[in-house]
Every structure is written in structure tokens, then in C-alpha cells.
């Protein structure tokens, strides 16, 4: 049995150390999170009545790899663009590596041109975000096609009018999410001059 | 950065990220490679483990974008109701989210109905499981269920709906499992044309259609014939639904037939299946190439 003033002193000290414990996640855990939420909500939105068909040719993950991407951080979008693709290639079983391939290539590209080329601008985003939507269909139908995982039935033309689809997708999800993303993910990924990473100029 | 080894300090910071990135990259590109030589399509442990901790996420976010598409209904249904007299509208909107209910439940109990005697008329043990996320990417056609190996499914085990055959079980997860449709541009299986009884080969396009390969020319087939899993494949149990035939590019003589099938299962909207145990599977080995021949006893 605790004295009477231990009792008193420890309560107070407990409510405390309990407010004193926020948690607080770093950037790469929280655009992590991120990820996973984006990739479950695109498995679920595909199966909206009439309108999920729409769904197939936005990636959201391209989106915010692309959203991290026009920052100077390359390692970060490197990451990103990692992350999310392997999450996507696990999800869908195929090739092992192919869409983590290509946003890790998209990622890293973007954040090392944006640091001789400022990208980060509303309309700049929308143009880069549609070049990498093209890069990235050609690019993963590529890997499918050498390593012979793409349907036999799939002609060049099927792929062009995906890529084309994957374009107009992607550049209207952008146009709406990149605004969201400014406001919800802006802070977290901003450029931080206190970062001490491997490569501070880089990341 | 005294923590990374002698080289890589000397190098510019760009150019370690630059060395970092090409690694990831080359990991991938031989990630790809061992993938797609070992042909394992579907299982394997970490998509598993993906799957199970995705699965409550998505059961809860599948729930609440149908409960939000419902409310939608709902609302639209409703708006039409307001061109009607004041007077009686809100009797009117009770009545009608009533009729609504009902028709719900009366749909529900059908389809349910229907999924109960097709778990009665099937082979023990059938799983009925939820679809609660599809794959997201025009390249496949993949579903995945809110049922994994603790309630049965098995790997190839194959999918169907009363309407027909839906797929087979490509991935299992303790609590979530992955259903290749047979729509999905790598999925195959051995077909029969129901009145023919002529063999073919069935494969996905990532299209709502199906194509059926090598239908010899002199069959006659004609729109709107039923398609059966031909059970040849080892995979599907003979005579199960598959679709019908939608259109036939006749071929002459000696050709084939190109023969497309619209599948009878809805595979755009799926919404519970039955998972049927798999088939009976033999497991060839190589057989031993270098064993001498038995000297004849003299």
C-alpha cells in the first residue's frame, strides 16, 4: 500500500508522461500509410456500379509518387515510388517488381530534374504527371512483354489505347487530388533543412 | 555519415543516392526475373501476408463505399419523388424507402436463396465469401474475398456463381484469398460447347468477352450455345456453366473457328461466390532418366 502523498504525487506525474506521448510519425511512416489506404481504396473504388471501370486507369500510387517526386528529395521519391509499387505488384501477383521498377525510376528521375528544373508548380505538376503516366504504361507493358507475363491476346494497339486512357485518368485524378494533396501531405513532405539523411543535398 | 563505409564517404551525396537507386533497381529487375522464371503465379508469402493485413481494411472500406453508394440510391430515388404533390410526399418517401427495403431484402433473400442451393447441390466443404476489393489496373481481372485458408479456400479452387463459373483461387491467405477470373487476360481453362460437345480452349482478354480457341471449322456452332468447363484441364470440374456463345467468326474448311463467349457469371459486379473444393490433383515428377535397364538374369 502506497502513502498517502506517493498516491497523490503519482497520479498527476501519470496523466503527464500520458500527454507528453503523441503520436508522432515520421513522414516516410505516414506517406507509407498512405500508400497502403490509396492502394486498398483503388481495390474497392474499381467496384463502384457504372462508374468503377474509371478507376482501373487512375494510379494513385503514380499520383503521389509523382507528388513527392517534383520535390528535390530524390531518395524519398525513390522510396515512395518503391513502396508503393511493390505494394501494387503483390496485390496483383504478376510480375514481382515491375510496377515497383518503373515509380522507383519515375520517382527518382523527377526529384533529380527537379533540382536543376523547378517542377513543383500547379500546371507543371499536371504536365509532368501525364508524362509519367505514359512512361509508366509502356514501361510496365514492357516489363509484362519481356518476361512474357502479358496475355497473348494483348496487341500494341491494346496497350497504346491503356496508355491513352491511363493518361486521361491520371491527369483528371491529379487535377482534384494534387489540391488535396497540397493541403493534407504538403507539410509532411516538404523539404526539411534539418534533415540529416545520407545524402543531404539529395534528399 | 561516419557510419557508411570508406568508399562510399568519398563519394558526392548525389551520387550515393544515384548508386542506392540503381541497386534498388537492379534488385528489381532480378526480382522480375526470378518471378517470372519460377512461374509461381499467385502464391507466395509475402503477397499472403499483404492480403491478410489489407483484408479488414478493405471488408471496412468495401462496407462503407457500398453503404455510401446505397445512401446515394436512395437519394436519387427520393428526388424523383418531390415532383409529386406536397401533400403527400412524406408519406409518399416512407412508402417508398419501405418498397425500397423490401425490394432489398427480397433481392438478398433471392440471391442468398440461390447461393444456399448451389452450396446444397455442390460437394462438401463450399465456402460462400464476399467479394470485397478488386485488383484496380486494366492488365487483369482479379477479385479478392473476404474468405482464406481458416475457412477452407484452397489454392485452385474454383469460383462460381448460380449463373456460372466465375474463376479459380490463385492466392490464399489465412483470412483473404485472390480469384483469377476467367476474364483475366492469363487465364485459361478446357471448354466444351454444349451442343457440339466439340472441346475447346477458353482464355480471358481482359475483356468483358472470353474467346474459345481451337473450335475445327466443320463444328456448327450457333450464337447463344452454352459453354461447360470441359473438366480436361484438371483445374474445373466437368460441366460447370461457363457463358454463351456471342458471336462466331466462321471459319472454312481445315480452319478454326473464332468463337467468343460472354460469361454467364456477372464478373463486373460479383458479390458473393461459391468457392468449390479443388480437383483431385496429380503431381507429375521427372521421372528418373539415368537408371540403367535391368540386366536380363542369365
Same mark, same amino acid.
Given at each position: ?203 | ?13 548525389? &551520387?550515393? +543516392?544515384? @548508386?542506392?537507386? /540503381? *541497386? !534498388?533497381?537492379?534488385? =528489381? ?111 487483369? &481481372?482479379? +477479385?479478392? @474475398?473476404?474468405? /482464406? *485458408? !481458416?475457412?477452407?479456400? =484452397? ?120 468457392? !468449390? ?22
Amino acid at each position: 500500500m502506497l502513502p498517502y502523498y506517493a498516491m497523490r504525487q503519482s497520479v498527476p506525474q501519470r496523466r503527464s508522461s500520458a500527454q507528453r506521448l503523441p503520436l508522432e510519425l515520421g513522414a516516410t511512416a505516414r506517406i507509407t500509410l498512405a500508400l497502403g489506404l490509396i492502394v486498398v481504396l483503388q481495390s474497392v473504388l474499381v467496384r463502384l456500379p457504372h462508374i468503377g471501370f474509371v478507376f482501373e486507369y487512375v494510379d494513385f500510387v503514380l499520383i503521389l509518387t509523382v507528388f513527392v517526386g517534383v520535390q528535390p528529395t530524390a531518395l524519398r521519391a525513390a522510396l515512395v515510388g518503391l513502396t508503393g509499387g511493390l505494394l501494387q505488384d503483390l496485390l496483383w501477383g504478376v510480375l514481382y517488381g515491375a510496377s515497383g521498377f518503373t515509380k522507383t525510376l519515375i520517382g527518382y528521375l523527377l526529384a533529380v530534374t527537379s533540382m536543376k528544373f523547378s517542377l513543383d508548380s500547379r500546371i507543371t505538376r499536371l504536365l509532368v504527371l501525364s508524362l509519367a503516366s505514359v512512361v509508366n504504361t509502356g514501361l510496365f507493358a514492357f516489363f509484362l512483354y519481356f518476361f512474357s507475363s502479358l496475355s497473348s491476346e494483348t496487341t500494341f494497339r491494346d496497350v497504346v489505347r491503356i496508355g491513352m486512357l491511363a493518361l486521361l485518368g491520371n491527369s483528371l485524378a491529379g487535377l482534384v487530388l494534387f489540391p488535396l494533396g497540397d493541403r493534407w501531405l504538403g507539410k509532411w513532405i516538404a523539404v526539411r533543412s534539418t534533415d540529416e539523411p545520407i545524402a543531404p543535398r539529395a534528399f | 555519415m561516419s557510419g557508411l563505409p570508406p568508399p562510399l564517404q568519398k563519394l558526392d551525396p548525389s &551520387r550515393r +543516392v544515384a @548508386l542506392l537507386v /540503381g *541497386s !534498388l533497381l537492379l534488385a =528489381q529487375f532480378l526480382l522480375m526475373s526470378l518471378h517470372a522464371r519460377a512461374r509461381s503465379l499467385g502464391q507466395s508469402l509475402p503477397r499472403t501476408t499483404l492480403i491478410t493485413l489489407l483484408q479488414p481494411i478493405q471488408t471496412a472500406t468495401d462496407a462503407v463505399v457500398t453503404a455510401l453508394v446505397t445512401v446515394w440510391r436512395g437519394y436519387v430515388d427520393l428526388r424523383r419523388v418531390y415532383v409529386d404533390n406536397h401533400r403527400l410526399r412524406e408519406e409518399n418517401d416512407r412508402l417508398r424507402l419501405a418498397l425500397v427495403e423490401r425490394e432489398q431484402e427480397a433481392l438478398d433473400g433471392r440471391r442468398l436463396r440461390d447461393m444456399l442451393a448451389l452450396k446444397q447441390s455442390s460437394p462438401a466443404p463450399t465456402v460462400i465469401a464476399n467479394v470485397i476489393g478488386g485488383d484496380g489496373t486494366p492488365w487483369f &481481372r482479379q +477479385v479478392t @474475398l473476404d474468405k /482464406g *485458408s !481458416l475457412d477452407g479456400v =484452397q489454392l485452385n479452387a474454383p469460383v462460381v456463381t448460380p449463373q456460372g463459373l466465375v474463376g479459380r483461387v490463385v492466392a490464399v491467405g489465412p483470412t483473404a484469398s485472390i480469384v483469377q477470373t476467367i476474364a483475366d487476360g492469363q487465364a485459361g481453362l478446357g471448354a466444351t460447347l454444349a451442343v457440339s460437345r466439340v472441346n475447346g480452349e477458353l482464355r480471358g482478354q481482359n475483356q468483358p468477352l472470353c474467346r474459345l480457341d481451337n473450335v475445327p471449322g466443320l463444328t456448327e456452332v450457333n450464337n447463344g450455345e452454352l459453354v461447360l468447363t470441359s473438366g480436361l484441364d484438371g483445374v474445373y470440374p466437368k460441366g460447370l456453366i461457363i457463358g454463351t456463345v456471342e458471336t462466331v467468326d466462321r471459319a472454312a474448311g481445315a480452319g478454326v473457328h473464332r468463337i467468343f463467349v460472354r460469361p454467364a457469371a456477372p464478373l463486373e459486379r460479383l458479390e458473393e461466390v461459391a468457392v !468449390l473444393p479443388p480437383m483431385l490433383r496429380v503431381t507429375i515428377t521427372e521421372s528418373p532418366r539415368s537408371l540403367p535397364p535391368k540386366s536380363p538374369a542369365k
